[in-house]
Protein backbone atom coordinates (compact mmCIF):
# COMPACT_ATOMS: atom_id res chain seq x y z
CA UNK A 1 0.00 0.00 0.00
CA UNK A 2 1.24 3.52 -1.01
CA UNK A 3 1.98 6.16 1.30
CA UNK A 4 -1.50 8.12 -0.45
CA UNK A 5 -3.64 5.25 0.27
CA UNK A 6 -2.52 4.99 3.88
CA UNK A 7 -2.86 8.45 4.37
CA UNK A 8 -6.57 8.01 3.40
CA UNK A 9 -7.35 5.25 5.20
CA UNK A 10 -6.06 7.01 8.54
CA UNK A 11 -8.00 9.79 7.26
CA UNK A 12 -10.91 7.91 7.38
CA UNK A 13 -10.67 6.17 10.49
CA UNK A 14 -9.31 9.53 11.94
CA UNK A 15 -12.99 11.11 11.04
CA UNK A 16 -14.65 8.01 12.58
CA UNK A 17 -12.97 8.62 15.53
CA UNK A 18 -14.23 12.45 15.88
CA UNK A 19 -17.67 11.91 15.21
CA UNK A 20 -18.04 9.15 17.15
CA UNK A 21 -19.65 8.94 20.64
CA UNK A 22 -18.23 5.54 21.55
CA UNK A 23 -16.34 3.12 20.42
CA UNK A 24 -15.81 -0.92 21.35
CA UNK A 25 -12.75 -2.68 20.20
CA UNK A 26 -13.13 -6.30 19.30
CA UNK A 27 -10.62 -9.24 18.61
CA UNK A 28 -12.60 -11.57 16.46
CA UNK A 29 -9.81 -14.48 15.65
CA UNK A 30 -11.38 -17.75 15.04
CA UNK A 31 -14.71 -16.65 14.25
CA UNK A 32 -16.37 -18.39 11.44
CA UNK A 33 -16.93 -15.90 8.30
CA UNK A 34 -20.85 -16.52 8.84
CA UNK A 35 -20.40 -15.57 12.68
CA UNK A 36 -18.37 -12.08 11.75
CA UNK A 37 -21.25 -11.67 8.69
CA UNK A 38 -23.86 -12.01 11.68
CA UNK A 39 -22.15 -9.44 13.85
CA UNK A 40 -21.60 -7.06 10.90
CA UNK A 41 -25.65 -7.59 9.93
CA UNK A 42 -26.29 -6.65 13.46
CA UNK A 43 -24.10 -3.40 13.87
CA UNK A 44 -25.57 -2.14 10.85
CA UNK A 45 -29.35 -2.90 12.04
CA UNK A 46 -27.93 -0.98 15.30
CA UNK A 47 -27.19 2.14 13.15
CA UNK A 48 -23.12 1.03 14.18
CA UNK A 49 -20.20 1.20 11.65
CA UNK A 50 -18.01 -1.77 12.24
CA UNK A 51 -14.66 -2.33 10.49
CA UNK A 52 -11.56 -4.32 10.74
CA UNK A 53 -8.37 -1.81 10.69
CA UNK A 54 -5.05 -1.92 11.00
CA UNK A 55 -3.59 -1.19 14.49
CA UNK A 56 -1.05 1.44 13.29
CA UNK A 57 -3.88 3.44 11.28
CA UNK A 58 -5.74 3.72 14.65
CA UNK A 59 -2.81 4.81 16.79
CA UNK A 60 -2.06 7.31 14.01
CA UNK A 61 -5.23 8.09 13.88
CA UNK A 62 -6.01 8.76 17.44
CA UNK A 63 -2.65 10.09 18.43
CA UNK A 64 -3.75 13.34 19.00
CA UNK A 65 -6.71 12.62 20.43
CA UNK A 66 -8.00 12.37 24.23
CA UNK A 67 -7.27 9.01 25.77
CA UNK A 68 -5.31 8.10 22.40
CA UNK A 69 -1.70 7.03 24.24
CA UNK A 70 -3.92 4.83 26.45
CA UNK A 71 -5.57 2.55 23.40
CA UNK A 72 -1.94 1.94 22.26
CA UNK A 73 -2.08 -1.32 25.18
CA UNK A 74 -5.32 -2.34 23.24
CA UNK A 75 -3.71 -2.85 19.84
CA UNK A 76 -2.32 -6.00 19.87
CA UNK A 77 -3.09 -8.54 17.49
CA UNK A 78 -6.44 -8.60 15.32
CA UNK A 79 -8.77 -5.11 15.55
CA UNK A 80 -12.15 -4.53 14.69
CA UNK A 81 -13.85 -1.37 15.84
CA UNK A 82 -17.58 -0.67 16.47
CA UNK A 83 -17.89 2.78 15.97
CA UNK A 84 -21.45 4.48 17.77
CA UNK A 85 -22.79 7.73 16.64
CA UNK A 86 -25.97 8.33 18.13
CA UNK A 87 -26.42 5.98 20.93
CA UNK A 88 -22.80 5.51 22.92
CA UNK A 89 -24.41 2.41 24.57
CA UNK A 90 -25.43 0.89 20.71
CA UNK A 91 -22.49 -0.94 20.25
CA UNK A 92 -21.49 -2.53 23.46
CA UNK A 93 -24.96 -3.40 23.88
CA UNK A 94 -24.78 -5.62 20.12
CA UNK A 95 -21.74 -7.00 21.29
CA UNK A 96 -22.96 -8.27 24.37
CA UNK A 97 -26.18 -9.83 23.01
CA UNK A 98 -23.65 -11.62 20.85
CA UNK A 99 -21.42 -12.90 22.91
CA UNK A 100 -24.37 -14.62 24.47
CA UNK A 101 -24.98 -16.16 21.46
CA UNK A 102 -22.96 -20.11 20.85
CA UNK A 103 -21.23 -19.18 17.81
CA UNK A 104 -20.28 -15.30 19.86
CA UNK A 105 -18.09 -17.10 22.30
CA UNK A 106 -14.89 -16.54 20.68
CA UNK A 107 -15.82 -12.50 20.34
CA UNK A 108 -13.33 -10.84 22.39
CA UNK A 109 -13.80 -7.08 24.02
CA UNK A 110 -10.49 -5.46 24.16
CA UNK A 111 -11.75 -2.08 25.35
CA UNK A 112 -14.15 0.96 24.44
CA UNK A 113 -13.64 4.69 24.36
CA UNK A 114 -16.36 7.07 24.79
CA UNK A 115 -15.91 10.89 25.09
CA UNK A 116 -12.18 10.42 25.44
CA UNK A 117 -12.02 7.80 28.82
CA UNK A 118 -10.79 4.66 27.96
CA UNK A 119 -12.85 1.90 29.17
CA UNK A 120 -10.86 -1.72 29.84
CA UNK A 121 -13.43 -4.63 28.54
CA UNK A 122 -14.86 -5.61 31.53
CA UNK A 123 -15.96 -1.89 32.15
CA UNK A 124 -17.40 -2.16 28.35
CA UNK A 125 -19.56 -5.08 29.17
CA UNK A 126 -21.06 -4.09 32.45
CA UNK A 127 -21.00 -0.59 32.07
CA UNK A 128 -21.62 0.57 28.57
CA UNK A 129 -23.68 -2.27 27.60
CA UNK A 130 -26.11 -1.50 30.20
CA UNK A 131 -26.71 2.14 29.62
CA UNK A 132 -29.79 3.30 28.20
CA UNK A 133 -30.35 3.94 25.15
CA UNK A 134 -31.07 7.55 23.87
CA UNK A 135 -35.51 6.17 23.17
CA UNK A 136 -35.33 4.90 26.97
CA UNK A 137 -33.72 8.34 28.40
CA UNK A 138 -36.41 10.15 26.41
CA UNK A 139 -39.22 7.91 27.90
CA UNK A 140 -37.77 8.46 31.54
CA UNK A 141 -37.79 11.94 30.94
CA UNK A 142 -41.24 12.28 29.76
CA UNK A 143 -42.45 9.96 32.99
CA UNK A 144 -40.42 12.02 35.32
CA UNK A 145 -42.18 15.42 33.60
CA UNK A 146 -45.77 13.85 34.07
CA UNK A 147 -45.37 12.52 37.36
CA UNK A 148 -46.58 15.77 39.28
CA UNK A 149 -49.55 15.93 36.83
CA UNK A 150 -50.35 12.75 37.25
CA UNK A 151 -50.51 13.78 41.48
CA UNK A 152 -51.95 16.40 40.99
CA UNK A 153 -55.16 15.19 38.96
CA UNK A 154 -55.16 12.53 41.45
CA UNK A 155 -55.30 14.96 44.10
CA UNK A 156 -58.50 16.45 42.40
CA UNK A 157 -59.73 13.64 42.27
CA UNK A 158 -59.69 12.54 45.67
CA UNK A 159 -62.92 14.26 47.33
CA UNK A 160 -65.50 13.58 44.34
CA UNK A 161 -63.98 9.28 44.75
CA UNK A 162 -64.04 9.49 48.63
CA UNK A 163 -67.45 10.96 48.68
CA UNK A 164 -68.56 7.88 46.24
CA UNK A 165 -67.24 5.77 48.93
CA UNK A 166 -69.15 7.39 51.70
CA UNK A 167 -72.31 7.12 49.49
CA UNK A 168 -71.66 3.38 49.01
CA UNK A 169 -71.00 2.56 52.47
CA UNK A 170 -74.04 3.81 53.72
CA UNK A 171 -76.02 2.46 51.03
CA UNK A 172 -74.15 -1.09 52.45
CA UNK A 173 -74.87 -0.32 55.37
CA UNK A 174 -78.37 0.62 54.84
CA UNK A 175 -79.12 -2.86 52.94
CA UNK A 176 -77.71 -4.36 55.98
CA UNK A 177 -79.87 -2.99 58.65
Partial sequence: ???????????EI?????????????????????????LRQQFR????????????????ATKN?????ALKKMLVGMTGV????DDPSAAAKVVKAFRKT??????TIKGGIIDGQVLDAKSVEDQLATMPGKDELRSMLLATMQAPLQNFVALLQAPAQNFAYLLDAKKREAEGA
Fill in 14 to 38: TSKFEKMSSAVFLDFKGLPVKSVTA
Fill in 45 to 60: AAGVDYKVVKNTFVKH
Fill in 102 to 107: AEGEKL
Fill in 82 to 85: AWAY
Fill in 1 to 11: MDRNAKSVQIG
Fill in 65 to 69: TKGGD
